[in-house]
C-alpha cells in the first residue's frame, strides 16, 4: 500500500499559441487541462506499476470540485478533505518558439487545523491497513508553517512507529526544515538545483553531488536520490552510492519526470525490491514520463523496456572519501 499526500493539487491549463507578447492580447485554441499535483502524479506512477495506492490531500472551492470529478477516473484511490478556499490554476503558455510562460497561484492556506486534520487522517488509515503504507509527501503547501514537513515526520513516527517509510518530494524552507528535524524522511528527491539550494552551494557536477553527500545536514537519511534530468542521478543509500546513467531518448515533455520517479521509487520500495530494481525503476518512470506528452504520466511497457538499459555503477569507497 502507498499513500500519497498532495496539500496543493492544481488544475493545470496549457495554452498554445503562435506568440505571446506582454500587455496585449494574446488569443489561443482551447487549452489542455489537466490535474496537477506531485502527490497525485507520483500516486499515478505507482497505480500505473500495479502498486495499491491511496492518494490523499485538500481540494477547495469550484476548482477543487472540478478536480475531484477528474481524478474518478484515475488508477488509484482518493481521500480529499474539502477545506476553505479555491484550490489553485497553474496556466501556461507554449508559444510557436517554445517559449514557456508560467502563471501558479498559491492556493488555498493549510491552516494549523487543516494540517492537523489531513495528517490524523493519514495516521488512521495507516493503521487500518495490514501493513503500513509507504508515505509519499509530495510538493508545496501554502502555510505559515515553515516547518509543517518537520511536523508530519514527526507525528507520522510517533504515531505509525520508527519503521514508518516516508519519502519526500519538497524544497526550499519545507526541505531544510524537514532534514534538521531528529526525525528523518526515508528517502528523499531533490534535483540537483534542489540539492545545490539545500546546501547552499553551486553544483553543476555530478562529481560535486558525490562530494556533497556527505554533507551534516544529509546525515541520518537513509536513501537519497539527486536527480539530475537527462544525466540521470547519483544515490546514496546506506552506505553505498551509485552513479546512474541513462540511454538517450527523444524527449517530448519532461514536466514531472521527478514525481513519476518519486513513484516508481514508492512502487519498488513497497515491493520490496532490492536497491539495483528500486533504482532501475526510479529512473525508468522518469524517462518514460518524458516519452510522454502528458504529466506524471508513465506507460508500463516503456519502463519494463528502459528499465534494462539503465546504467548503475556503485562508486568505490575509495573515489568517495
Ligand atoms: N531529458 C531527459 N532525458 C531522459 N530522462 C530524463 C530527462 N529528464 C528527466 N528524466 C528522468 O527523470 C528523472 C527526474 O528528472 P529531473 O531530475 O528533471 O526531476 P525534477 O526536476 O524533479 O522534475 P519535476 O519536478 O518536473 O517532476 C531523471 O533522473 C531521469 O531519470
Ligand atoms: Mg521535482
Redesign the pocket.
Known amino acids: 500500500m502507498i499513500v500519497t499526500v498532495t496539500l496543493n493539487p492544481s488544475m493545470d491549463s496549457i495554452y498554445f499559441t503562435d506568440t505571446f507578447t506582454l500587455g496585449e492580447m494574446n488569443r489561443c485554441s482551447n487549452p489542455i487541462k489537466a490535474v496537477g499535483g506531485?502527490g497525485i502524479?507520483a500516486g499515478r506512477t505507482a497505480a500505473i506499476l500495479g502498486g495499491n495506492v491511496t492518494a490523499m490531500g485538500v481540494l477547495a472551492g469550484l476548482n477543487g470540485e472540478s478536480i475531484r470529478t477528474a481524478l474518478e477516473q484515475e488508477p488509484f484511490q482518493t481521500i480529499f478533505l474539502p477545506i476553505a478556499g479555491e484550490s489553485r490554476n497553474a496556466v501556461t503558455v507554449m508559444d510557436r518558439k517554445k517559449n514557456q510562460t508560467e502563471i501558479v497561484e498559491l492556493g488555498p492556506e493549510i491552516t494549523a487545523e487543516t494540517a492537523k486534520k489531513i495528517i490524523d487522517q493519514v495516521i488512521d488509515f495507516s493503521l487500518e491497513q495490514k501493513k503500513r503504507p509507504i508515505i509519499a509527501l509530495c510538493g508545496s503547501a501554502n502555510t505559515k508553517n515553515e516547518r509543517l514537513y518537520h511536523d508530519y515526520l514527526q507525528q507520522l513516527n510517533e504515531q505509525l512507529g520508527s519503521n514508518i517509510k516516508v519519502l519526500t518530494?519538497i524544497s526550499g524552507k519545507q526541505l531544510h526544515n524537514a532534514l534538521k528535524s531528529p526525525i528523518k524522511p526515508y528517502f528523499i528527491?531533490p534535483?540537483?538545483?534542489?540539492f545545490a539550494e539545500l546546501l547552499n552551494v553551486s553544483i553543476t557536477t555530478k562529481n560535486e553531488i558525490v562530494k556533497q553527500l556527505s554533507h551534516p545536514i544529509l546525515q541520518g537519511i537513509p536513501f537519497i536520490l539527486v536527480?539530475?534530468?537527462?544525466d540521470?542521478?547519483i544515490a546514496k543509500y546506506q552506505e553505498q552510492i551509485f552513479d546512474?546513467t541513462?540511454p538517450m531518448?527523444d524527449?517530448i515533455n519532461?514536466?514531472?519526470?521527478?514525481?513519476?520517479?518519486v513513484g516508481g521509487v514508492a512502487f519498488a520500495l513497497d515491493q520490496d525490491f532490492s536497491i539495483e530494481e528500486t533504482l532501475r525503476y526510479?529512473?525508468a518512470c522518469?524517462?518514460s514520463?518524458?516519452l510522454e506528452q502528458a504529466v506524471g504520466y508513465v506507460s508500463i511497457e516503456n519502463v519494463a523496456l528502459l528499465k534494462n538499459n539503465i546504467i548503475i555503477r556503485e562508486i568505490s569507497e575509495m573515489f568517495h572519501v
Open positions: 506531485k502524479n518530494d528527491k534535483n540537483i538545483h534542489e536527480s539530475c534530468g537527462g540521470g542521478a546512474i541513462l531518448i524527449v519532461p514536466t514531472g519526470s521527478g514525481d513519476a520517479t526510479a529512473m522518469g524517462m514520463n518524458a
